[in-house]
């Protein structure tokens, strides 16, 4: 049950942990513009180890979050961090989202940030499943991917620009898809949902930005995976390692990242 293709081990933790901290603003913006702080109940699923899931009960003390993930070692993380922080209104549930109707509770709200990206052979199950768990007028909010295709950087470099495409068919050749933000408004809108919100984060990122950062590390991290599976060449990597390190003197470089699709949606 375990097989989320990014990884997990410690060092994705530590990368998830970074990861959160470069998107951090925006999706607090998110749960405030679902008015998450409403709701008596949320399930934040695919919740990794938990970096989502403090930030929810942060704005949402008043909440009980339920925190459903498949991997049991981020599970361990997040029951170790409940108990470090304390925290009161945080439960975990080790589980598959897609075994969620077996569980008798309901949410007044449910959230996730990068995980119908991994879910795409399944996802009108999993955004059917979400519907029928959402008590009625509960909201389901969502960030995911919604495309790679506008990545580009100044100056424009070819090894930088092997790296976005090695991410793209990194999750296309594992069932995975970057562009779900494309067609996930039809589907919320096909399993009933009524759309409240939608808008697109992330962009212009000068060098030095979290959200350069971010991407930079990104490579760091997973262009070696890429060159082993052939998704990048060995030259291609090493031209995108010596492009960052260049780019990070030059003040006027700058990406337009990735970009993100924050969807609020309203059951009905
Ligand atoms: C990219 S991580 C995102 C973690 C967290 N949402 C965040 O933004 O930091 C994707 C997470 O989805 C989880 N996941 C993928 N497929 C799942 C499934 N079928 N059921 C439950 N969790 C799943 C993985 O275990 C992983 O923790």
Redesign the pocket.
């Known amino acids: 049950m375990e097989d ?1 293709f ?1 990884g ?1 081990h410690q060092k994705e933790v530590t990368r ?1 942990d970074r ?2 901290t470069a998107w951090q603003p925006e999706t607090a913006q998110l749960i405030k513009q679902a008015n998450l702080p409403n709701c008596k109940t949320i399930l934040d ?4 180890p938990g ?2 899931t403090f930030e929810i009960a942060k704005h949402c003390p008043n909440a009980q979050i339920t925190a ?4 049991t070692l ?1 599970q361990k993380y997040l029951k170790h961090q409940i108990e470090q922080k304390q925290v009161k209104n945080v439960k975990p549930l080790y589980e ?3 075994n969620l109707l077996n569980h008798p509770d309901k949410f007044d709200g449910a959230f ?4 119908l990206a ?2 795409i052979p399944d996802l009108k199950k999993v955004i059917d499943a979400i519907y029928q768990k959402l008590n009625p007028g509960g909201v389901f909010a969502a960030m995911e991917y919604l495309t790679l295709n506008n990545v580009l950087s100044s100056p424009p470099n070819k090894g930088f620009l092997a790296n976005t495409r090695g991410w793209h068919n990194f999750y296309l050749t594992n069932d995975g898809d970057a562009q779900i933000g494309t067609y996930l408004p039809q589907l919320l809108l096909d399993a009933g949902f009524k759309l409240e919100h939608q808008t697109c984060v992330g962009g212009f990122a000068p060098v030095g930005h979290r959200l350069w950062q971010w991407w930079r590390e990104a490579h760091e991290d997973f262009a070696p995976i890429f060159v082993e599976q052939g998704l990048m060449t060995q030259e291609e990597y090493l031209e995108a390692n010596t492009f960052f390190k260049t780019q990070e003197s030059n003040k006027d470089g700058f990406i337009y990242s990735p970009i993100i699709l924050q969807i609020v949606a309203r059951k009905i």
Do not use: N, P
């Open positions: 989320y990014l997990v998830l990861q959160h699923f695919g919740c990794g970096f989502t459903l993930d498949k991997a981020y598959d989202v897609l996730c940030r990068w995980v991994f879910l």
